[in-house]
């Protein structure tokens, strides 16, 4: 069974990210420290357990900039056989849907049984990516999956929403986002992060996928921190003053109640 | 000169990261209370080849080198520094013994399954009356027909409770002094060895730490490791390596201290403000960090010497396992102080922290011993 991962490098969890004053709607590079999006790690896991039992490949599809070589690398060195790097400017600065499109152009010669990708980018939050992609192939799609059992020509995927676990059914080829507690995904072994080195990562132009003008359908134009947290005020005392005194703060001061 | 990891190293690094803090950080606090090992998460490094560091790939071993060995010490030493002195001699004292010293038929017996975490191997060279000394030792390996047989008693051998494979250093030549000295290599189901006492430590507490005993242990001399009388040159030459893995210990220990003072510094609030608006804590952190950073540089250098292929780095390993330990020491100390009377309860990591360094100081060669290397080597 072929398998494709969508991959996305992002910055690391722990990163303190500052708008680029040159670049407007992106943030300052320099210092950042990338890793794959933290949601695919699941995808790649997936998809790697799949194709260890029912055979076939697990294949990465990227859109990002040449430094996502970093990300991908961690992938093939836990198991993906290889990987798709598209990085014209045009499509990394794409939204969603056009990403999604590209995409889907990517993966279509592949022709995956299953694409699987991270239920969310934690840098941007776009949690469309599955969907949209399923749309292109015109495919079926299941989000934020916690179990998936492939099977005649099917995928069963367990869902949780509010208190309840949905089972969802699509026939393959389908679409789907991986969440957090579908799998543990493993440590690379130090030999496999080695053998990574010979694993292909090609690189596919927007013009060799016959999609060159793409018009943007939109575009960000600035990227705005939240204010800063002004500082709070302590009450401290017997709780009866206390209470009294940041009620007294609470309507007078801050003018809430 | 070139300051960055390659792809590989980063990657190994950032995975025993990730490691330490999945599986070891989780449990470190309770083992340490306990005076467990976890040899689980030590046989889990062994199959991602974080045991083999330095042992070809041709026996079974990842063979990525110093640097990414040291790197990835520093990672699983700042969530466990315990389980990380298992990760050094397995791969500093143990592995890289055999692979300069044993013949074709230990490395292929031992290596593979060493490297792998198969196999948990120790080194013991200390005895009761020999520490700093080691020429000084009594254990005794007598020639007997095409047999040696192998008495007295080793001590303070870490991981000596979970060992399956032994380099023991005896005397062959009752002689005194260190020209008699033999290295041997055994696994633990050979008659007449036994581990003896078992160490109730101040820190690194998840690892073990035991007396290992020979009652007429009687080995073929196919297990003498390296020749007969070289004991004493296999044992400092191994030693090398091993301060590469015992300053990155110290250096891991430190840095989690320089973290964990620099995250409470700013919750922590006295005069109506957090300390580390105190100018007094902003020069702790201030030097704390220095000192890491500083260590951190040598520890590079050296490790980088090693993959070189520098056959002599004494001097630079001696400097870099004496400046890493006594810097651990004064940012633990300084740790503490930060916590106020929080760093002194249980509670804290900065407790454990500042146990957990007092060793680095004193095994694979004291402060003093680092100083009288490094005195030799520059008065020539
Ligand atoms: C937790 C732990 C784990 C260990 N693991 C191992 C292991 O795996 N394998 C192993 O073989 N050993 C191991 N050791 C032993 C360790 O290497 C020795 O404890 C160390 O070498 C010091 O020897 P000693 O304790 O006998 O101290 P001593 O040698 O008796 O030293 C006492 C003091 O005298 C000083 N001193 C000694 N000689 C000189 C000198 N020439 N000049 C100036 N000062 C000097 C020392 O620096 C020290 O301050 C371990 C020890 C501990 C505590």
């Known amino acids: ?257 | 000169m070139d300051f960055e990891f390659s792809d590989e190293q980063r990657m190994t690094i950032d995975g025993a990261r990730r490691f330490a803090a999945e599986r070891l950080a989780p449990v470190v606090a309770e083992l340490d209370e306990k005076g467990e090992v976890n040899l689980e998460a030590l046989k889990e490094l062994g199959s991602l080849g974080y045991l083999g560091m330095t042992v070809p790939e041709e026996y079974g071993g990842s063979a990525l080198g110093a640097v990414a060995y040291a790197g990835s010490m520093v990672e699983l030493s700042k969530a466990d520094a315990g389980t990380a002195v298992a990760v050094s001699v397995q791969n500093s004292l143990v592995n890289d013994a055999i692979v300069h010293f044993g013949t074709e038929k230990q490395k292929k017996e031992y290596l593979p399954k060493l490297a792998g975490g198969e196999w948990i191997g120790c080194f013991s060279l200390t005895e009761a009356g020999a520490g700093s000394d080691p020429a000084s030792m009594v254990a005794t390996a007598v020639r007997d027909g095409g047999d040696y047989v192998l008495n007295g008693t080793k001590n303070f051998t870490t991981s000596g409770a979970i060992a399956d494979a032994i380099v023991v250093f005896v005397r062959c030549d009752p002689q005194p002094g260190g020209k008699g000295l033999s290295a041997f290599l055994l696994t633990k189901d050979a008659a007449g060895f036994q581990v003896g006492k078992h160490e109730n430590k101040m820190g690194i507490r998840t690892s073990s730490t035991t007396e290992m005993v020979f009652s007429d242990c009687r080995l073929p001399a196919e297990a003498l490791l390296g020749e007969e009388g070289k004991g004493l040159k296999i044992a400092l030459s191994t030693l090398d390596g091993g301060r590469i893995g015992i300053a990155a210990q110290a250096i891991g220990i430190a840095e989690a201290a320089l973290d964990e003072s620099v995250r409470y510094a700013k919750e922590r609030e006295q005069f109506g403000k957090p300390i580390a608006e105190l100018e007094g804590i902003q020069f702790l952190l201030a030097d704390m960090a220095t000192d890491v950073e500083l260590a951190k540089t040598m520890l590079f250098k050296v490790a980088w010497l090693k993959d070189s292929g520098h056959k002599r780095f004494t001097k630079e390993a001696a400097m870099l396992k004496l400046f890493a330990s006594e810097m651990a020491h004064r940012v633990c100390h300084k740790a503490v102080q930060i916590h106020g009377g929080y760093g002194f309860m249980k509670e804290y990591k900065v407790e454990r922290l500042y146990r957990d360094q007092r060793i680095t100081e004193i095994y694979e060669g004291t402060s003093e011993i680092q100083r009288v290397v490094i005195a030799r080597n520059i008065l020539g």
């Open chain 1, 1 to 257: 069974m072929n398998i494709a991962v969508i991959l996305r490098q992002v910055p690391d969890t722990e990163a303190v990210v500052q708008p680029d004053a040159a670049r407007p709607g992106s943030i300052q590079e320099a210092e950042l420290k990338f890793v794959l999006n933290p949601f695919d790690e699941y995808a790649v896991e997936e998809a790697v357990k799949i194709t260890e039992k029912a055979g076939g490949d697990a294949v990465g599809f990227c859109i990002g900039p040449d430094r996502s070589e970093a990300a991908i690398r961690g992938a093939l060195a836990v198991g993906l056989r290889r990987a798709v790097l598209i990085t014209d400017a045009a499509a990394v600065e794409a939204d969603v849907v056009t990403q999604g499109r590209i995409l889907a152009a990517a993966i279509k010669g592949f022709a995956p049984e299953l694409i699987l990708c991270g239920r969310e980018l934690i840098d941007t939050s776009d949690d469309a990516m599955a969907a949209v992609v399923a749309h292109f192939l015109d495919i079926p799609h299941v989000l934020e999956a916690v179990k998936i059992e492939v099977d005649g020509g099917k995928a069963t995927v367990t869902r949780e929403v509010e208190g309840a676990d949905l089972e969802i059914e699509a026939r393959l080829p389908v679409a789907v986002s991986c969440c957090k507690g579908l799998n543990e995904p493993r440590y690379p072994k130090i030999l496999d992060i080695k053998r990574s080195r010979t694993k292909e990562i090609k690189r596919l132009t927007l013009a060799e996928l016959g999609l060159e003008s793409l018009p943007a359908k939109s575009r960000v134009v600035e990227l705005r921190l939240p204010p800063a947290r002004p500082k709070g005020i302590r009450v401290d005392g017997e709780p009866a003053v206390a209470a009294g005194q940041a009620a007294e703060w609470l309507s007078k001061t801050a003018k809430v109640v």
